[in-house]
């Protein structure tokens, strides 16, 4: 079973930083694109940032300039810098991991359970 798992959410106050990570775990061939969402109180879920395994990133307009996704293939993880937070970043923060279960013939995409992330002074 796939799975993946975000930690490094907290309360900071607004202009701070945070740093999320997000690692993928369990028996796979390979992990494709993974991707940070999150989720405000009475809003639907939206992407932040997405990573490609070669690296090529993709931001919600929101957020560039002040957020940095990264990935470290050999630990399965990306990460998620985030810099000038502002009141309207809190929300529960999610990842999404397109993986290749088995070679060219079983794919998941699993979620991880979710780390909040509140700005608040």
């Known amino acids: 079973q796939v799975q993946v798992v975000e930690s490094g959410g907290g309360l900071v106050q607004p202009g701070g930083s945070l740093r999320l990570s997000c690692a993928a775990s369990?028996?796979?061939?390979?992990?494709?694109?993974m991707t940070w969402y999150r989720q405000a109180p009475g809003k639907q879920r939206e992407l932040v940032a997405s990573?490609?395994?070669?690296?090529?990133?993709n931001y919600a307009d929101s957020v560039k300039g002040r957020f940095t996704i990264s990935r470290d293939n050999a630990k399965n993880t990306i990460y998620l810098q985030m810099n000038s937070l502002k009141f309207e970043d809190t929300a529960v923060y999610y990842c999404?991991?397109?993986?290749?279960?088995?070679?060219?013939?079983?794919?998941?995409?699993?979620w991880g359970q979710g780390t909040q992330v509140t700005v608040s002074s």
């Open positions: 999404n991991a397109v993986v290749e279960v088995s070679r060219s013939s079983h794919y998941e995409a699993p």
């Open positions: 369990g028996r796979f061939y390979d992990i494709h694109d």
């Open positions: 990573v490609t395994r070669s690296r090529v990133t």
